[in-house]
């Protein structure tokens, strides 16, 4: 069974760094691109990041390019969003999600999704 | 970026009502086009993809149509498990893709 289960949510002032984990069992981590999707209390789902199978390419939504980066341990099974210089509207449940396609091929399309970790960025 | 409209924002209907959600992309997305399903508390569920595939495990009642800029997503009668939000999110560029804002189907 695929299970994807992120942590490292807490509330963290404006500016603050946060780093969160996700980590992935019931397939073969390695052969996956991940990604990394958001949702703000109340609101919709905004694409964040994504990396390739190997780590060796990775992409970022305008939003917070500059500011995360995204990276994973492939011998660890887990898969890392860094998040500095955190603003307010930040502030998310973060998912981390599985692309659905084999073999170094991103489509981008979920096929699952952990449960999320919440960052509140708030003074 | 792409830009996805989802209609209606909030749909009222009862059980065993068809009920047809409509996205609208800014550009042509050729058929790189799902849908998901979210329940309060939970992840999103892929249902649809490729527009019109279905998702191994998903019901028959749901069904997804459209190409280029127009798609549907169709639940061919209602359940009670059915009343979520629902999702449509386009995937023509892998590092570009967006979501649609959300289609609530409520209890009528």
């Known amino acids: 069974e695929v299970q994807l289960v992120e942590s490292g949510g807490v509330v963290v002032q404006p500016g603050g760094s946060l780093r969160l984990s996700c980590a992935a069992s019931g397939f073969t981590f390695d052969d996956y691109a991940m990604h990394w999707v958001r949702q703000a209390p109340g609101k919709g789902l905004e694409w964040v990041s994504l990396?390739?199978?190997?780590?060796?390419?990775?992409y970022y939504a305008d939003s917070v390019k500059g500011r995360f980066t995204i990276s994973r341990d492939n011998s660890k099974n887990s898969l890392y969003l860094q998040m500095n210089s955190l603003r307010a509207e930040d502030t998310a449940l973060y998912y981390c999600?599985?692309?659905?396609?084999?073999?170094?091929?991103?489509?981008?399309?979920?096929?699952?999704w952990g449960q999320g970790t919440l960052v509140t960025v708030s003074s | 970026d792409i830009q996805m409209t989802q209609s209606p924002s909030t749909l009222s209907a009862s059980v065993g009502d068809r009920v047809t959600i409509t996205c609208r992309a800014s550009q042509s997305i050729s058929s790189w086009l799902a849908w998901y399903q979210q329940k309060p508390g939970k992840a999103p569920k892929l249902l649809i993809y490729?527009?019109?595939s279905l998702e191994s495990g998903v019901p028959s009642r749901f069904s997804g149509s459209g190409s280029g800029t127009e798609f549907t997503l169709t639940i061919s009668s209602l359940q009670p498990d059915d009343f979520a939000t629902y999702y449509c999110q386009q995937y023509n560029s892998y590092s570009g893709l967006t979501f649609g804002g959300g289609t609530k189907v409520e209890i009528k």
């Open positions: 490729k527009a019109s």
């Open positions: 999600a599985k692309d659905s396609a084999f073999g170094g091929v991103i489509v981008s399309l979920f096929d699952y």
């Open positions: 990396i390739s199978w190997d780590g060796g390419s990775t």
